[in-house]
């Protein structure tokens, strides 16, 4: 049977009827499920490690980066559910997608029955009034801790349901970090906007070595939010964790750096801040792994009306360098306008619904093309100083709620 042939037949068993979930598996290799109700809409939502994955599918897909979560929608109420996969990863893969990862060209009937395994245990779309609905999505792979979003329309409306999943393997974002012993700065808590302003302002302009004794990228964000919830907004407008940074991240790195491929979770190099490299670290991948926006996020010891306050660090990556100067052997080069990755933020928070307040504070201190600054690879940026500080909500409220502080305005181009 020719490759051809055998992939024809895996789409024909694809988009046959099925009733989704039928397949069979020991659900205790689901793990503890989390669950969660609002209104006459429960959802329970668990994801399996390398080895129950491989145990229900009998394929191992996290070796190929798959991570299946699996979804249970119980649908009380009198109005149909419609479950849209991309709230949970907006890249996820098809079935067919995943099953042709699998394919064996030596044994094309084995093929035809992976394709099949993994159609049955996808979870349908379309939940009836009075129906459960079980089975898996397949997502880009994280561990330590994995954001899931299940969102579904409900009359018309948007209905969310967001979970933190605890995963076996190496740690994406630091565990939760306790703001009474954190060092660096004066705990406080915050309930006024001038002070909060002034405090901002107060923070270290940039990031260091692990010295301390050199200067790296600008600190130019601050992110306001419920505790590790305020990243959900990020991973909804499809941020990643990275991976952290160790021998088999580092030759993942210098593969797609060959090859020109995206590295969603590709990891960043530690930068430091309080005496201690990044609590989390997000990237947005772009064309390849030389171009992908990133971030880098420290816990302060200051809270502002019962929320966390995080300081960060965004830049863009335009390419991917060999170096000597890291065990590593690679490095990226950031684009010098660091000002236009800062207001890419604000813009991606304004179109996932997520921003209540937003405004601009100093702290950064001006670098020019006269007299750049540079980070710790001596890439030069230059920008007008300023911070952006984000205030995010997580009623997913529409923009045209998002209010302007009253605070340092970006300054006008020069004529």
């Given at each position: 049977?020719?490759?051809?042939?055998?992939?024809?037949?895996?789409?024909?068993?694809?988009?046959?009827?099925?009733?989704?979930?039928a397949?069979?598996?020991?659900?205790?290799?689901?793990?503890?499920?989390?669950?969660?109700?609002?209104?006459?809409?429960?959802?329970?939502?668990?994801?399996?490690?390398?080895?129950?994955?491989?145990?229900?599918?009998?394929?191992?897909?996290?070796?190929?980066?798959?991570?299946p979560?699996?979804?249970e929608?119980?649908?009380?109420?009198?109005?149909?559910?419609?479950?849209?996969?991309?709230?949970?990863?907006?890249?996820?893969?098809?079935?067919?997608?995943?099953?042709?990862?699998?394919?064996?060209?030596?044994?094309p009937?084995?093929s035809?029955?992976?394709a099949?395994?993994?159609e049955d245990?996808?979870?349908?779309?379309s939940?009836?009034?009075?129906?459960?609905?079980?089975?898996?999505?397949?997502?880009?792979?994280?561990?330590?801790?994995?954001?899931?979003?299940?969102?579904?329309?409900?009359?018309?409306?948007?209905?969310?349901?967001?979970?933190?999943?605890?995963?076996?393997?190496?740690?994406?974002?630091?565990?939760?970090?306790?703001?009474?012993?954190?060092?660096?700065?004066?705990?406080?808590?915050?309930?006024?906007?001038?002070?909060?302003?002034?405090r901002?302002?107060?923070?270290?302009?940039?990031?260091?070595?692990?010295?301390?004794?050199?200067n790296?990228?600008?600190?130019?964000?601050?992110?306001?939010?419920?505790g590790?919830?305020?990243?959900?907004?990020?991973?909804?407008?499809?941020?990643?964790l990275?991976?952290?940074?160790?021998?088999?991240?580092?030759?993942?790195?210098?593969?797609?750096?060959?090859?020109?491929?995206q590295?969603?979770?590709?990891?960043?190099?530690?930068?430091?801040?309080?005496?201690?490299?990044?609590?989390?670290?997000?990237?947005?991948?772009?064309?390849?792994?030389?171009?992908?926006?990133?971030?880098?996020?420290?816990?302060?010891?200051?809270?502002?009306?019962?929320?966390?306050?995080?300081?960060?660090q965004?830049?863009?990556?335009?390419?991917?360098?060999?170096?000597?100067?890291?065990?590593?052997?690679?490095t990226?080069?950031?684009?010098?306008?660091?000002?236009?990755?800062?207001?890419?933020?604000?813009?991606?928070?304004?179109?996932?619904?997520?921003?209540?307040?937003?405004?601009?504070?100093?702290?950064?201190?001006v670098?020019?093309?006269?007299d750049?600054?540079?980070n710790?690879?001596?890439d030069?940026?230059?920008?007008?100083?300023?911070?952006?500080v984000?205030?995010?909500?997580?009623?997913?409220?529409?923009?045209?709620?998002a209010?302007?502080?009253?605070?340092?305005?970006?300054?006008?181009?020069?004529?």
């Amino acid at each position: 049977m020719t490759i051809g042939r055998t992939i024809l037949l895996i789409a024909a068993v694809l988009i046959a009827p099925c009733v989704a979930g039928a397949a069979s598996f020991d659900r205790a290799l689901l793990g503890a499920p989390q669950s969660a109700t609002q209104a006459d809409v429960t959802v329970s939502v668990a994801v399996p490690g390398a080895k129950e994955v491989e145990g229900i599918f009998g394929l191992p897909m996290i070796e190929k980066g798959i991570q299946p979560v699996h979804i249970e929608i119980a649908n009380k109420g009198t109005a149909p559910l419609w479950y849209m996969p991309i709230t949970t990863d907006e890249t996820y893969f098809s079935p067919a997608e995943v099953a042709y990862r699998f394919h064996d060209r030596l044994d094309p009937d084995r093929s035809v029955e992976n394709a099949k395994r993994v159609e049955d245990m996808a979870i349908r779309m379309s939940v009836a009034p009075g129906e459960t609905v079980s089975g898996f999505v397949f997502t880009h792979l994280e561990t330590g801790l994995k954001f899931v979003t299940v969102g579904m329309l409900k009359a018309g409306n948007e209905v969310d349901f967001r979970f933190i999943v605890p995963v076996a393997g190496p740690a994406y974002a630091a565990p939760p970090l306790d703001k009474d012993n954190l060092p660096g700065t004066e705990k406080a808590e915050v309930v006024d906007l001038p002070t909060l302003r002034a405090r901002i302002e107060a923070l270290p302009c940039c990031t260091t070595d692990a010295s301390g004794s050199r200067n790296g990228d600008p600190l130019n964000l601050v992110v306001i939010g419920p505790g590790i919830d305020t990243l959900f907004p990020f991973v909804d407008r499809g941020w990643h964790l990275t991976e952290p940074l160790d021998i088999h991240s580092a030759i993942d790195t210098a593969k797609s750096f060959l090859v020109g491929t995206q590295y969603e979770t590709s990891p960043v190099s530690p930068l430091y801040l309080f005496g201690r490299q990044q609590d989390i670290a997000l990237q947005k991948a772009r064309g390849s792994i030389n171009e992908r926006n990133h971030m880098r996020f420290w816990l302060t010891p200051m809270t502002y009306q019962g929320m966390k306050v995080w300081v960060g660090q965004i830049s863009r990556d335009i390419g991917v360098e060999l170096t000597d100067k890291s065990w590593y052997l690679t490095t990226h080069k950031i684009g010098p306008e660091v000002d236009f990755d800062r207001d890419y933020v604000l813009q991606d928070m304004l179109k996932a619904g997520a921003v209540e307040h937003f405004g601009y504070a100093k702290g950064v201190g001006v670098s020019t093309i006269a007299d750049p600054r540079v980070n710790l690879t001596n890439d030069p940026y230059v920008t007008d100083g300023l911070r952006l500080v984000l205030m995010l909500t997580d009623d997913g409220g529409l923009v045209t709620g998002a209010d302007s502080l009253e605070w340092e305005k970006l300054p006008l181009p020069a004529e």
